[in-house]
């Protein structure tokens, strides 16, 4: 029996855990929870409270504050951490790593100091104490899956990203359940890529609804966002077509729609008038877009791609723009052909 580690106990590493448990093939399962408080809780009601109410911790499942133990003896490691966390977690856990481990990252989003992404982000902490020959084993979990109906055992269907076609495909094995169907790709950078910027497109859509906005706006937002995605996308060298799949597309209307994203919410509030530091205040859960925005912007600009739903978004969170004044600037832009 195999053992897997999930580094973060929020709402989709809670999920994970549920969802993992169901898998035809046995594990034994670490949940690695931050704070001590909430981990104490999680092992006296089996149930966390906080992030994912309602939904039962399987029996072999464990949970546990401390990330030597949570490692300890794990052949796969899940990250479901934030992404301003990442780096800091994988580096605390690095010298409780073995070099025949599995590494999954399950965190949509780039690392705000750096623009970077989580693979990245991991096989940089990976490389700093190893071996110049050493390559890590690493995949990207991703795709249109909101942790709550994960959990209730709803059919979910997600994308596993790896350059190495032979992890892909164990992983697929190791983690499939009778409704939780995985499908390969080798497009990393697409996967990724499309995992962070669609939180953003999120915020614009529950921007549109706080306004007011009917269908109209949000299926002229859907599309030409998903054109925006693809475009830095493809310019950055992933293919069109993984835009087109589960963690572009997929992921991009499920996130746009949803009453349980996180990120909707806010450009919801947003769009009612709520300030940002007032939303977020209010919030146990992060939302990736806020932080993803501005090196997304960043990102684009360096390669001379028009994104100008991400440009309004980057405006209305840390430029003071209303979203109206936002609508109105993307509607007012040139004509053109699509």
Not at 63 to 75: C, D, I
Not at 186 to 195: F, H, K, P, S, T
Not at 220 to 245: K, N
Not at 317 to 333: C, D, Q, V, W
Request: net charge neutral; hydrophobic share 45%; charged share 20%.
């Amino acid at each position: 029996m195999s053992k897997i580690a999930i580094l973060g106990a929020g709402s989709w590493g809670t999920a994970l855990a549920i969802v993992f448990s169901r898998s035809e093939r046995k594990h034994d399962i670490s949940l690695w929870v931050h704070d001590e408080a909430l981990a104490a809780s999680l092992r006296r009601t089996r149930e966390n409270e906080a992030y994912l109410p309602h939904h039962s911790l399987p029996v072999n499942v464990s949970v546990t504050n401390n990330l030597k133990e949570a490692v300890f003896g794990a052949t796969i490691v899940v990250g479901a951490m934030p992404s301003a966390h990442a780096r800091d977690v994988y580096t605390e856990a690095l010298p409780r790593f073995s070099h025949d481990v599995i590494y999954v990252s399950a965190t949509k989003g780039l690392e705000p100091a750096t623009h970077l992404r989580m693979s990245t982000v991991l096989t940089q902490v990976l490389q700093q104490t190893a071996s110049p020959k050493f390559f890590p084993r690493i995949a990207v979990l991703s795709g249109p899956s909101f942790a709550a109906e994960a959990a209730r055992g709803e059919p979910t269907a997600v994308v596993l990203a790896s350059r190495d076609v032979t992890v892909a495909t164990r992983l697929q094995e190791e983690f499939a359940a009778p409704s939780f169907r995985l499908y390969t790709n080798d497009d990393v950078l697409g996967v990724e890529l499309a995992g962070a910027m669609k939180n953003v497109m999120a915020i614009a859509a529950g921007a549109c609804q706080g306004l007011g906005l009917g269908s109209n706006a949000l299926a002229a937002l859907i599309t030409r966002g998903l054109a925006e995605m693809t475009r830095l996308a493809v310019a950055l060298g992933a293919r069109p077509e993984t835009l087109s799949g589960l963690a572009g597309l997929g992921d991009l209307v499920l996130t746009c729609t949803g009453s349980l994203s996180r990120n909707r919410y806010v450009g919801v509030e947003l769009g009612k008038g709520r300030q940002l530091h007032e939303i977020r205040a209010g919030m146990r859960m992060v939302a990736e877009g806020v932080e993803t925005a501005a090196p997304l912007l960043a990102l684009a600009r360096e390669y001379q791609i028009e994104m100008p739903i991400t440009e309004q978004v980057d405006a209305i969170l840390h430029a003071g723009r209303s979203p109206k004044e936002a609508i109105r600037s993307i509607m007012e832009r040139p004509l053109k052909r699509e």
